[in-house]
């Protein structure tokens, strides 16, 4: 019998305004793929959190954290490399003025009902209020 794959859904609505957020959800992820690199990860970007899937914004922003600097863009890559899916609300695209275009690789397209879906699937979620 096959065992079944862990999964966790992380919600993640906040950019700019709060970077710690955003660093610890990135932190916990990459640290969830490093212990267990058969769990199934996805950071559903939400809101205000739309804004990190645009090429570009996240290589900027950098924040000091247990005595290093750590740069966002270099985080998301490492997410990226360890196979952890980056999921883009469409309904805020356009609030925030993002294009398909704009959307760095493999980010995926979807709606705000594609959470329920992953929730049915078995995705276990995971947000921060820091």
């Known amino acids: 019998m096959e065992k079944e794959k ?3 859904l992380f919600l993640l609505s906040e950019a700019n305004s709060n970077p710690m957020q955003m660093l610890g959800i990135m932190k916990v992820a990459a640290n969830m793929k490093a212990f267990d690199d058969s769990i199934d990860l996805v950071i559903f970007l939400i809101g205000e959190g739309v804004q ?5 914004v996240v290589n900027n922003i950098s924040i ?6 750590v740069n966002f863009g270099e985080m998301l ?6 196979e952890v899916k980056i999921i883009v609300c469409h309904g805020f695209m356009p609030g925030y003025g993002l ?3 704009d959307l760095i ?14 929730l049915l699937q078995g995705y276990v979620p995971f947000s921060l209020n820091i």
């Open 77 to 82: 890559e490492l997410l990226m490399d360890l």
């Open 52 to 56: 990190l899937a645009k090429k570009g």
């Open 6 to 8: 862990k999964k966790y």
């Open 105 to 118: 690789p493999n980010a995926e397209v979807k709606s705000s009902a594609y959470i329920g879906e992953l």
């Open 99 to 101: 294009t398909n275009e």
């Open 64 to 69: 000091d954290f247990e005595g290093n600097k």
